[in-house]
């Protein structure tokens, strides 16, 4: 039986990240992979130029089109830039609510360009993520949708706590932004916390991490798996992406979607 997974997301011409990676994600674990662009964008692994948001009417009419035939067993989005395209997404979800839901915040690319507003937080936090079965912000995004420092793992940990009493079930934050010698993973699942350690990359930068690591959750999903499977499986898979992953010459990793395959 065919597992399907859809991702709502930016589209990174370079197929590092965005719907490009999560593509590439669902088919290494087995899935068939759907996928509607959210915006376009003009960049490479080394950062974001410019950006043309799609219409959010477009966006939720594809996704609508998609959603006429196919039930995916896991939907997950990332970049959605403006309130208006939040809504729009917000709409599409909440007619398929026992679809596990992957919420990938991004707030701010790699490079620290912003890819989604002020207005933009402020509906995600209403609408999207009392709806999502797992969040999964950096530092950063930790930070914005709080209103709170999250600099080590302590602070991380009363961010996972402040995201599920806003209303995500779940939530995973991640630590390659966290001032800890090791990067920590910390997963709170409404009842109890799991850390996830590993070293940190000697590297400039790495590439597209985020959308592997949140594609694998939402594929496994998509297959039956648990929540803590899931998120377990996705961060074994990533570890060895990362280490066969391709390194430019301006410094930066691209981890290896092939190595997330069994």
Not at 163 to 170: C, K, T
Not at 185 to 191: E, K, M, P, Q, R
């Amino acid at each position: 039986m065919v597992a399907w997974a859809l991702s709502i997301a930016g589209s990174d011409p370079s197929g590092g990240a965005g719907i490009q990676a999560d593509l590439k994600a669902f088919h290494a674990r087995g899935t068939w992979g759907c996928a509607v662009p959210t915006l376009l964008t003009v960049q490479n692994p080394s950062g974001v130029r410019d950006v043309h948001p799609v219409a959010p009417e477009l966006v939720e009419a594809q996704a609508e089109a998609v959603l006429e035939e196919i039930l995916p067993g896991a939907v997950k989005t990332g970049t959605l830039h403006n309130a208006a395209m939040v809504r729009a997404v917000s709409r599409v979800l909440a007619t398929r609510p026992q679809v596990p839901y992957v919420l990938d915040p991004i707030i701010l690319s790699g490079t620290g360009r912003r890819m989604l507003d002020d207005h933009g937080v402020w509906a995600m936090t209403e609408l999207l993520l009392p709806r999502c079965t797992l969040i999964t912000p950096n530092a950063q995004e930790a930070s914005v949708l709080t209103r709170r420092p999250v600099r080590d793992e302590s602070e991380a940990r009363e961010a996972a706590l402040a995201l599920q009493a806003l209303g995500a079930r779940a939530v995973l934050v991640k630590g390659g932004h966290l001032g800890d010698a090791d990067a920590v993973d910390v997963l709170f699942d409404g009842a109890k916390f799991e850390t996830f350690t590993h070293p940190r990359l000697d590297v400039a930068r790495v590439h597209g991490s985020g959308c592997l690591l949140s594609a694998v959750i939402t594929a496994e999903l998509a297959k039956g798996a648990t929540l803590a499977a899931a998120v377990r499986a996705a961060k074994r898979l990533l570890a060895r992406a990362l280490e066969r992953g391709h390194r430019l010459a301006s410094g930066v990793l691209l981890p290896d979607p092939h190595a997330l395959a069994d």
